[in-house]
């Protein structure tokens, strides 16, 4: 059974990926938690609805390491946590990971 489902205006992974799975398997309650990726079919319609549902990318070799949704969820989680990163240099990044401990006078110009 496949359900239209619109993009969610919610970064909750954990909701995000609940709702990908359940339009292709039958669960109640957080059983959609157990549900194992070992058809290669239902794993790339999950990820895939994931992606249009998060608005995420999720690269070929984060694919491949995929066993669950459980760890579709955290791997999701990861990727909002990252999100005000995702436009940075890698120095501007450091430093803005690490603002508190560099202080105001370290900053970065191209």
């Known amino acids: ?3 239209f489902v619109r993009r969610f205006s919610t970064k909750d992974p954990q909701q995000i990926v609940k709702t990908a799975v359940e ?3 039958e669960c109640n309650g957080n059983e ?3 549900v194992q990726f070992a058809s290669l079919p239902l794993k790339f ?3 895939d609805q994931t992606i249009k549902l998060s608005q995420k990318t999720i690269t070929n070799s984060e694919l491949s390491e995929l066993r669950n949704a459980t760890e579709l969820a955290a791997l999701l989680q990861n990727k ?5 990163y995702e436009n940075m240099t890698a120095a501007e ?3 803005a ?3 508190d401990k560099l202080g105001k006078h370290v900053f970065y110009s191209q």
């Open 97 to 99: 990971r690490q603002r």
């Open 45 to 47: 319609k999950i990820v």
């Open 1 to 3: 059974m496949l359900r």
């Open 32 to 34: 959609w938690q157990q």
């Open 93 to 95: 990044e450091v430093i």
């Open 23 to 25: 339009q292709f398997v």
């Open 80 to 84: 909002f946590e990252n999100e005000p």
